[in-house]
Structures are given as structure tokens and as C-alpha cells.
């Protein structure tokens, strides 16, 4: 289908009939469609693209046509170990890392607006924290409920890829671990992990002008990417860690005036229990160790050495609002490679081939899929 805009129309009034076309494609491609290809969750190893229907909005309501859909380590927990204790169900659209253009919009939504560029807040996209893990992130239309500006979609730059847009949603992770410690720009921070959130929480703090900052991994082209952004880093399957530490940031002490670890802030985004239960024994008086991984194994440790240091055990989850603009913000920085995360792309059709490579390929930090080209 071909439109004709005459030359001779002034700017002003073929701008408005521009827009105007572009109403009429969005709602002619829309005219006789009934279904959508989206990625159902069936069960462990068993993920399924099927056709689903249109979504339509209320008036309160978008839909949006997505565009890019990270794949996340919870999807991968689903795919190996079962979603259940994660929110993610049998028979639940997958995808919660999306980003897309906006193809309808509600009569009572204000300030969001057809071909709009907008990142969705997943714990917020289907009106319950409970859905984040099935927020619908691949399905090719996807209706987001009760849409509000700033609070469940955030405008992008339409300047900005959606190659770089899709790290949002990690970042934001990230970035809320970092953020959650309140941090100071002479401390010290420890992150456990070259992983995505772990890249994340690094150049969030990288990008604030803190300088103090070490990655922890065995990886040595996860270290590398860690250095790219700045960071310094540790291979703790090469160097014991408690001297690596202490030769970085030196030591502090106890309550009974014994030498520890002098780092002030820890975020783990790996999920060891050896992490945890080295930091009640090592870490300095006041430090803080920021919970951030989904750690499946439990801890043991006695809660003495916790209360003599006032050290502190801080839960982080997902994000909000001002970690959201934080990312954002970010990822419009031309000089940031943390978008660089995204190691391989794959198109819808291949989603199972996407999250084989995801779940089997440490050389990937980020597999995307392409949902919409």
C-alpha cells in the first residue's frame, strides 16, 4: 500500500497529514487482524509461539507493538527449573525486558501518544506485581493496563535504537541494587557478578563519577566487558579475595577492634551463599551487603556477627520510577557501552533457538529477540 503527499502542500500542513497517514496505516493494519504470534511458557524445556488474539484497549489502556524483548535470567530459571515460585506460569505470555512503539492509546490516557517510543515498567504493565515474568514482552501486540505516564510507560527518545533501548530493564535491576545503598561518592563498592545486573549496578555507579569500583567474576571476557566501563576487577578463581579486597581499599576493623575488610558496600548479583556468609565474617563495622541475585540456596550464619558490626542484609527489588529515568537516561549516553551487553539478536520465529543459546552459551551476556523488525 502506497501514500501520496504532494510536494506542494507547506510543512506545517504536511506534517499534519503525515500524522494523519500515520493514524490511518496503525488502524488499517489493525482492520481484520484477529491474531498475533506471541511465546507461551508450557513448562520446564517448553516454550511454545502460537497464534494469540489482538489485544484491545479500554480506556485506560495502550497497545503497543514490540519491538525488542531481552531475554532474563528469571526466563531461563523457568526454562530449566519451573516458573512457579517466580511468577511465571503455565500458559503465561513471556517477555518482560520490552520496549516498543505505541499503535493505540485509550481516550482517558493522557500524555502517551500514537507512535509514541516507550519502555514499560513489566511489575506494572498487567495492573499486579504478581504478572511482572508474563508481562507479554513476546507477543507482537501487547495491551498494558491502566497506563500512566511515568509511572508504567516512559517516553524514549525517538532518536534512541531500540538496540540500546532494550537494557533498560536490566539496568534499571542494576541500577536499583546501587541505588538502594544509598551510596557516597568516597565509598567503596564490591559487585559479585559480570553479568548483566552486575554490568549494571558498576556503570551505574561508573556513570554518577564514583571511582571506587570492583567487579567480581571468574569470567575473563565478562571482566574484560567490566573494564571497558570502567570498573577494576577481580578474578576470585585467581586471586583469594580477601587480600584482592584489601589491597584495593584497605582494611577497617570491628566492634572488638579486629582487622576486616575494608570495603563499605557489597552487591551481590550472583546469589552464592559463600558471598553472604563471608561478608558476616569479613566485612567492617556499618557495611552493607545488597541482596540483588535470586540466590536458590539457603544460608547459614550466626546472626551474633550481624548485630556486633552493624552490618546490614538489604533485599533489592526491580526498580522504580527514578531508577527507570536513571536508565534511561543513561542509555542515551553515546559514550556508554553498557548497551553493549547485547551479544545476539534472533527473530521471533527462532525464540527457541534464542533462549537454547541464552541458556547454553556463557560466551553471551544478552540474547534479544527481535519480535517486530
Same mark, same amino acid.
Given at each position: 500500500?502506497? +501514500? ?46 502460537? @497464534?494469540?488474539?489482538?489485544?484491545? /484497549? ?19 530459571? #523457568? ?18 525486558? +520490552? ?10 490516557? %493522557? ?23 508474563? #508481562? ?34 536490566? *539496568? ?13 561518592? @568516597? ?56 587480600? $584482592?579486597?584489601? $589491597? ?17 558496600? *557489597? ?21 552493607? +551487603? ?7 540456596? /539457603? ?17 533489592? $527489588?526491580?526498580?522504580?520510577? %527514578? ?8 542509555? %542515551?549516553?553515546?559514550?556508554? $557501552? ?24 556463557? %560466551? ?5 529477540? @527481535?519480535?517486530?523488525?
Amino acid at each position: 500500500m502506497a +501514500f501520496f503527499v504532494p510536494k506542494l502542500l507547506p510543512s506545517s500542513s504536511r506534517n499534519l497529514h503525515l500524522s494523519q497517514l500515520s493514524l490511518m496505516i496503525n488502524s488499517r493494519l489493525c482492520e481484520g487482524v484477529n491474531e498475533m504470534k506471541g511465546v507461551i511458557y508450557n513448562g520446564i524445556h517448553d516454550i511454545q509461539i502460537q @497464534d494469540l488474539p489482538v489485544p484491545h /484497549p479500554t480506556a485506560n489502556d495502550i497497545v503497543i507493538k514490540v519491538m525488542r524483548n531481552g531475554i532474563c535470567g528469571s526466563d531461563l530459571h #523457568a526454562y530449566n527449573l519451573g516458573g512457579d515460585e517466580i511468577g511465571i506460569l503455565k500458559g503465561g505470555a513471556l517477555g518482560h525486558e +520490552f520496549v516498543g512503539i505505541v499503535t493505540e492509546v485509550g481516550q482517558s490516557v %493522557t500524555g502517551i501518544h500514537v507512535d509514541d517510543h516507550v519502555f514499560v515498567n513489566p511489575s506494572r504493565a498487567k495492573g499486579s506485581t504478581s504478572k511482572l515474568a508474563m #508481562a507479554g514482552g513476546l507477543s507482537q501486540l501487547n495491551l498494558i493496563q491502566n497506563a500512566v505516564l511515568d509511572q508504567n510507560v516512559f517516553l524514549l527518545p525517538q532518536s534512541l535504537s531500540f538496540d540500546r533501548a532494550v537494557v533498560i530493564e536490566p *539496568y534499571a535491576v542494576g541500577i536499583h541494587g546501587k541505588n538502594i545503598a544509598n551510596p557516597l561518592p @568516597d565509598q567503596s563498592f564490591c559487585i559479585f557478578g559480570a553479568g548483566p545486573v552486575g554490568l549494571a549496578s558498576a556503570s551505574g555507579l561508573l556513570l554518577q563519577g564514583f571511582k571506587n569500583v570492583v567487579v567480581v567474576d571468574i569470567d575473563e571476557q565478562r571482566l574484560a566487558f567490566a573494564k571497558k566501563l570502567g570498573a577494576q576487577v577481580i578474578n576470585s578463581q585467581k586471586e583469594a579475595l580477601p587480600s $584482592a579486597l584489601k $589491597a584495593l581499599f584497605g582494611t577497617g576493623t570491628g566492634l572488638m577492634g579486629d582487622e576486616r575488610i575494608g570495603v563499605d558496600t *557489597y552487591i551481590d548479583c550472583v546469589g552464592l551463599p559463600s558471598f553472604m556468609t563471608d561478608f558476616i565474617a569479613q566485612a567492617k563495622f556499618g557495611a552493607k +551487603f545488597i541482596v540483588v541475585a535470586l540466590g536458590a540456596e /539457603p544460608v547459614t550464619f550466626k546472626p551474633q556477627f550481624l548485630a556486633m558490626n552493624e552490618v546490614s542484609l538489604i533485599g533489592s $527489588a526491580i526498580y522504580t520510577a %527514578t531508577d527507570i529515568k536513571e536508565a534511561i537516561r543513561n542509555v %542515551t549516553q553515546a559514550n556508554n $557501552a553498557f548497551p553493549e551487553i547485547v551479544s545476539a539478536h534472533y527473530p521471533l520465529a527462532q525464540s527457541k533457538q534464542a533462549f537454547e543459546r541464552a541458556n547454553t552459551d556463557k %560466551t553471551v551476556l544478552k540474547v534479544v529477540i @527481535d519480535v517486530n523488525n
